[in-house]
């Protein structure tokens, strides 16, 4: 074994141990590369979205979990990341307040349609959101 070794791979949590930040952000990012691309008006719309529900975090962590969670859902299949996802939702529900949790709700419609255009695979996570978060997310489909 080196004393220099280069074994500096981020861990990634698994989402019974994230953090609130992580596990939203890692929602956030499934959101926006559903439809297989990210657009520049769901990442800024996902920075504002953390910094209202996060101030006290930084924007650097913030981007690193954010890094993190397109590693993550870039190698899972399909099947894997709906349990993924299930995962990542109820560890939100665990870890947030219910104000901070009904807050979630308007931004993720926000992602959802920043890019002009409602893809069937953005709304399956609004759906999956609304039943384990128990909130109503109100998304213009006809964008």
């Known amino acids: 074994m080196s004393l220099f070794s280069s074994n500096n791979k981020p861990i990634i949590n698994e989402p019974s141990d994230m953090?609130?930040?992580?596990?939203?952000?890692?929602?956030?990012?499934?959101i926006q590369i559903a439809d297989q691309q990210g657009s520049y008006e769901e990442k800024e719309s996902w920075?504002?979205?953390i910094s209202k529900?996060?101030?006290?975090?930084?924007?650097?962590r913030a981007e690193a979990f954010f890094n993190q969670a397109h590693t993550v859902l870039a190698s899972q299949s399909s099947s894997d990341?709906?349990?993924?996802l299930r995962s990542i939702l109820e560890r939100i529900r665990s870890l947030l307040s219910k104000e901070k949790i009904n807050s979630i709700g308007?931004?993720?419609a926000h992602i959802v349609?920043?890019?002009?255009?409602?893809?069937?695979s953005e709304m399956e996570i609004v759906y999956l959101a609304e039943e384990i978060l128990g909130i109503k997310i109100s998304?213009?489909?006809d964008q």
């Open 47 to 49: 920075v504002k979205a």
């Open 53 to 60: 529900l996060f101030p006290e975090h930084s924007s650097d």
């Open 19 to 30: 953090s609130p930040l992580e596990s939203v952000t890692h929602l956030f990012a499934a």
């Open 106 to 108: 308007p931004m993720i």
């Open 139 to 141: 998304v213009d489909e």
């Open 113 to 120: 349609e920043a890019d002009g255009i409602v893809m069937t």
């Open 81 to 84: 990341k709906q349990n993924y």
